[in-house]
């Protein structure tokens, strides 16, 4: 069983960092993807920033360039290093991770955490 538990959310001013951590239990980096979505008040859960088996990554293009998405697998925590923050990053960021289906990765299956809450103001 994959079990996801995120930290690290809470209050920044813009232009400011955070650090969000997901502890991932019962899960393989090398054998699937992970991932950080967020979802704002209103709006539709969007994927933020991709890791995949071989440890390519793909970012979302307004946060290219500001998040970092990265892994520890000695202890098997994923992260999202988020500096120059902007109060539109406002949202509960989730954690996300899926086994491999040959090169794909079907998100539409993916275990998801709780998710923590990131809020930056202006």
């Known amino acids: 069983q994959v079990q996801l538990a995120e930290s690290g959310g809470g209050s920044a001013q813009a232009g400011g960092s955070l650090r969000l951590s997901c502890a991932a239990s019962?899960?393989?980096?090398?054998?699937?993807?992970m991932a950080w979505f967020r979802q704002a008040p209103g709006k539709e859960r969007e994927w933020v920033a991709i890791?995949?088996?071989?440890?390519?990554?793909e970012y979302i293009d307004v946060v290219k360039g500001r998040f970092t998405i990265s892994t520890d697998n000695a202890k098997n925590i994923l992260y999202l290093q988020m500096n120059h923050l902007k109060p539109e990053d406002t949202a509960m960021y989730y954690c996300?991770?899926?086994?491999?289906?040959?090169?794909?990765?079907?998100?539409?299956?993916?275990?998801w955490g709780q998710g923590t809450q990131v809020t930056v103001s202006s």
């Open positions: 996300a991770a899926v086994w491999a289906h040959g090169r794909t990765c079907p998100w539409v299956r993916a275990y």
């Open positions: 019962g899960f393989i980096y090398s054998r699937g993807c």
């Open positions: 890791i995949g088996m071989s440890g390519d990554t």
